[in-house]
């Protein structure tokens, strides 16, 4: 897409090229969860931490072995998120971002014990239909779906079968809305073809395109997002945490 990145031409291209930096500088991996559970032994394990703290956003940047990393919890839904994501890449220079935690489960070929891994996410609950504009469509950028970096799909990809964790790559939806009818679970399956849902990533993808950089979206699965998924959610979220978690180090260390 033309549109992708347009916003820093004038300085992201000529950092990226060196001009403005020097020689011995090196990118950093974002980091983005939504929620403690998600975030918090991830910042534990980090060497060298600094704290910075951006529009009520506490952000930590440190080491994980010889990786220089910027680790934050954004909160929940989708304006928390793409602030945390803005800030992360205007304020640290990252040259990636890896949104992490938890979802609904919408595909049932996937073990719920296993993560997905997103080719691309879209926001389920954008509508402009009356318009003319399909489910999901985002204006300016004339996107539904916001591409993830094919690169980081492979290398999580790879990760995941190292370590044993069951994994299916395909479309996360994101909306304003925890998930648990499956009226609503069927729409967003049926509209947009997704394998989960969940409240974030979708936004932290939009604002990563529109500035150039890449992103991926990992999710372990606490619910079904069906009508028992909110008694599954308050029984697994921190089993589903680290599990994300677990994959994320080994990717760190890989």
């Given at each position: ?241 680290d599990r994300a978690t677990s994959l994320i180090k080994a990717y760190l260390s890989a």
């Amino acid at each position: 897409s033309a549109y992708r990145g347009k916003f820093r031409e004038p300085y992201g291209e000529a950092s990226r090229k060196g001009e403005l930096r020097e020689p011995s500088y090196k990118f950093m991996i974002g980091i983005i969860g939504a929620l403690d559970s998600e975030v918090n032994s991830l910042i534990a394990d980090l060497s060298d931490i600094t704290t910075k703290d951006i529009s009520g956003i506490k952000f930590f940047s440190g080491h994980y072995n010889d990786k220089e990393i910027v680790i934050a919890k954004s909160g929940v839904g989708k304006v928390f998120a793409a602030m945390c994501a803005e800030a992360m890449i205007l304020n640290f220079n990252v040259d990636k971002i890896i949104h992490i935690g938890i979802a609904g489960l919408l595909d049932e070929t996937i073990d719920i014990n296993g993560v997905a891994i997103a080719s691309s996410v879209v926001q389920h609950d954008m509508d402009s239909t009356a318009l003319g504009d399909p489910p999901g469509k985002i204006l300016e950028t004339d996107l539904t779906y916001f591409p993830c970096s094919k690169k980081l799909i492979e290398e999580f990809s790879k990760v995941a079968d190292s370590i044993g964790i069951k994994y299916k790559i395909g479309i996360i939806a994101s909306g304003d809305q925890f998930v648990a009818d499956e009226k609503t679970k069927k729409r967003i399956v049926d509209t947009f073809s997704a394998i989960a849902c969940e409240m974030e990533g979708a936004a932290t993808g939009q604002v990563s395109f529109v500035n150039g950089i890449d992103f991926i979206v990992i999710r372990a699965f606490s619910d079904s997002a069906g009508d028992e998924s909110k008694n599954d959610y308050w029984n697994e979220k921190y089993n589903a945490s680290d599990r994300a978690t677990s994959l994320i180090k080994a990717y760190l260390s890989a």
